[in-house]
C-alpha cells in the first residue's frame, strides 16, 4: 500500500469528505480525542450534532475517509491504555497491591 502524504492535509480535506469515527457525550472527550488524532497526524474536528426530536445527539469526532481505520486505531489504542492505568490505579487504591510485586508467593 502506497504511503500517502501528510503535508498540506489540512488545505487538501473539504468538510465533506469528512466522515464521523463516533458520537460522544462529552465535549471534552471528544476535544482530547481530536487534539489525539491531530498530533498523529490525521485531521480532526468536532461537530454537535442535533437528534432529530430536538433534543442535543452529542458531540461528533469527523475525520476525512481516508483516514477512517487509522484514527479508529489510534483512539482505540488511546482507550486501553487509559484502561490498564484505570485498574492499576484502582488496584493500588484498594490495597491489592502487594508491597513487592515480584516477589512470589510458594
Known amino acids: 500500500m502506497a504511503k500517502r502524504s501528510r503535508k498540506n492535509h489540512r488545505s487538501e480535506v473539504k468538510l465533506k469528505d469528512f466522515v464521523v469515527v463516533t ?3 462529552d465535549l471534552e472527550l471528544a476535544k482530547e480525542y481530536e487534539t489525539l488524532l491531530n498530533v498523529n497526524d490525521i485531521p480532526a474536528m468536532t461537530k454537535e450534532q442535533v437528534d432529530p426530536s430536538g433534543s442535543d445527539g452529542g458531540i461528533a469526532l469527523m475525520v476525512p475517509e481516508d483516514f477512517l481505520d487509522e484514527a479508529h486505531v489510534v ?32
Do not use: H, K, M, R
Not at 483512539?75 to 492505568?85: K, L
Open 23 to 25: 458520537v460522544l457525550d
Open 75 to 106: 483512539i482505540e489504542s488511546q482507550d486501553a491504555y487509559d484502561d490498564f492505568y484505570d485498574f492499576a490505579i484502582e488496584d493500588e487504591e484498594e490495597g491489592e497491591l502487594d508491597d513487592n510485586p515480584f516477589e512470589d508467593e510458594f
